[in-house]
């Protein structure tokens, strides 16, 4: 069948009514409440993995990397299997920067951790976050309108949000894209650091979606 | 991906000797291949399919476990034309409760991908996607495809094409979510004796073809135009093509995943002539953006059956001036769970 014949063919499918199931559920509301590139970035407080009360306030003048992360998630899993988040982590905080990684997904769901269990990741798989901040109701996460893991966000010293996104340009789950893909969040953390304009300050966020709780 | 994975390191057709029919300027005696041959294709291509298991699905996928997506590859015709065009289906079968992504696979997720291995000269054309559902969970829209999807390619063997048969190889690499997503890949091989006659249907895969063209959407009838502002996009269309609605509901769902925020509700504004939806941008859209394209769905408020149009929207200049009032609005469908 040629393409014109199947055109003609889908052109009468509209008379036809082609029918759409659309089913889902949950509630419809904006997914990026507070959160925008180059506006104050979110305060927020979060207790972390050792019990400690984290604030965005308390780091003014720092870098700030947000990571969202979830341990069962295959592109999460293709950053750290890899070995490319923990050496960020290790680069960056020995720079100063902060980076706190975020778990948002909800008790009994993929990639929820309590306190421990948090620690225990960090330990086996060698990454170095300054914090671990545990976001079991989704609060952090929807402040900031986090969608997938991992999503990436980056603080500039006077507190704005310069990058939100994807973590490079090649959203896939395979660990060999890593090497010839672009590091947005490398940019922009660089950007910074020269005092220079984030070029690319946003990109769409690829991964698995953050498990929030449905309440 | 986990049961039956295999990537291909590397499938170039220069270096796969089966797949090396022909070189312009060197002119090669059109050799007389029988069906024995096809099956040496098959298994060429099975031979250089199988080494290497994708670490990531290593990392996620137990041996033992089930079976997510199965894959498999038809024609629509049991011979090819040489000068002309062939469809081919890449099947996708779910198991009950997963689901693979559209084209935009929206705020996660990611889209299926199909590459493709020809003999010289032989091309592929762009993935003919049917209409997808979207899945909404809490704050994160998806789009995709549950239980069954259908993708469409045609492949054009050229007119100088000097073998009597073909074997089109598919690298198909999908995401598969329920509650959890796990990546998989499969190489799929179909092997067709090549013609100069005119091809024949395969009564066999008559099925398969017809469902996924009734799933594919058609093109809008009809000419769109876009603007755009800080905060939203709008997509006017002409009124009378919803002159048999009586409360007309229109949705968009973008080809492009950065360009709107798929969660935020859509509104219809009925003009004169004009009706115009209206769509929050996400801060990815790019203001250069001369064409909008995507799929319009129109129901009828209360109705389950919607239609879905593809729709090139032209760029009708950006507007300095915010809207008024722009999302004060209901979300435009009637979330209807099937699940």
């Known amino acids: 069948m040629t393409m014109t014949a199947m055109t003609f063919r889908a052109m009468r499918a509209l008379s036809i009514a082609a029918v759409l199931a659309v089913y889902a559920s949950g509630v419809l509301e904006a997914a990026n409440p507070g959160a925008r590139v180059n506006a104050p970035a979110p305060e927020f407080s979060a207790t972390d993995s050792n019990g400690k009360t984290q604030t965005l306030g308390a780091y003014k003048g720092k870098i700030v990397v947000l990571e969202w992360t979830n341990n069962g998630c295959p592109f999460v899993g293709k950053h750290y299997g890899s070995g490319n988040m923990q050496s960020l982590q290790k680069k960056y905080t020995g720079q100063g920067v902060v980076w706190l990684t975020v778990v948002s997904s909800a008790p009994g769901t993929q990639g929820y951790v309590n306190a421990e269990e948090a620690n225990r990741d960090t330990k086996t798989r060698g990454a170095a976050p300054s914090a671990v901040l545990l976001d079991p109701k989704g609060a952090l996460g929807h402040l900031y309108g986090a969608q997938a893991t991992p999503h990436m966000y980056v603080i500039d010293t006077e507190g704005r949000l310069v990058y939100m996104g994807a973590i490079d340009d090649i959203p896939s789950a395979d660990p060999s894209d890593i090497a010839h893909a672009k590091n947005y969040v490398v940019a922009a953390i660089d950007a910074i650091k020269a005092g220079q304009r984030v070029g690319v300050p946003a990109t769409k966020a690829y991964g698995c979606s953050v498990k929030y709780a449905y309440n | 991906m986990i049961a039956s994975t295999c990537t291909i390191v590397d499938m170039a057709p220069h270096r796969n000797p089966m797949l090396q029919s022909y070189r312009p300027g060197n002119p090669m005696p059109r050799p007389r291949h029988t ?302 769970s099937r699940r």
């Not at chain 2, 069906?35 to 098959?42: K, M, N, P």
Request: glycine residues 6%; contains cysteine; proline residues 8%.
């Open chain 2, 35 to 336: 069906s024995t041959v096809i099956s040496l294709i098959a298994a060429a291509f099975i031979l250089v399919s199988s080494p290497s298991m994708s670490r990531t699905e290593d990392a996620v996928a137990a041996p033992d476990a089930p079976v997510l997506v199965r894959a498999r590859m038809v024609a629509e015709t049991s011979t090819l034309q040489r000068g002309k065009s062939s469809w081919l289906a890449v099947q996708l079968t779910m198991r009950p409760g997963w689901h693979t992504y559209w084209r935009n696979p929206g705020d996660a997720g990611m889209a299926t991908q199909v590459k493709w291995t020809l003999p010289e000269g032989a091309t592929a054309g762009p993935i003919v996607w049917p209409v997808p559902q979207r899945f909404v969970a809490r704050t994160i829209v998806g789009f995709g495809y549950p239980d069954e999807v259908s993708l469409l390619t045609a492949v054009r063997i050229p007119a100088t094409f000097p073998f009597d048969n073909i074997a089109i190889g598919a690298t198909v690499s999908w995401l598969a979510c329920e509650k959890v997503c796990v990546p998989g890949s499969e190489t799929l091989v179909v092997a067709l004796p090549v013609g100069d006659t005119a091809a024949t249907i395969d009564p066999r895969n008559a099925k398969v073809f017809a469902q996924a063209r009734r799933r594919v959407p058609p093109r809008a009838p009809f000419k769109a135009t876009f603007s755009m502002d800080a905060e939203a996009i709008h997509i006017q269309i002409p009124r009378a093509i919803l002159g048999g609605l009586a409360k007309p509901e229109l949705t968009f769902y973008p080809f492009d995943s950065s360009i709107i925020d798929h969660a935020a509700a859509q509104s219809t504004v009925m003009r004169d002539r004009q009706a115009e939806l209206t769509l929050r941008r996400s801060a990815t859209a790019n203001d250069r953006m001369k064409r909008l394209d995507g799929l319009l769905i129109v129901k009828n408020t209360g109705s389950q059956a919607a239609r879905a149009l593809d729709v090139s929207a032209s760029a009708a200049g950006v507007s300095a001036t915010p809207p008024s009032a722009p999302f004060k609005t209901r979300p435009l469908i009637q979330e209807n």
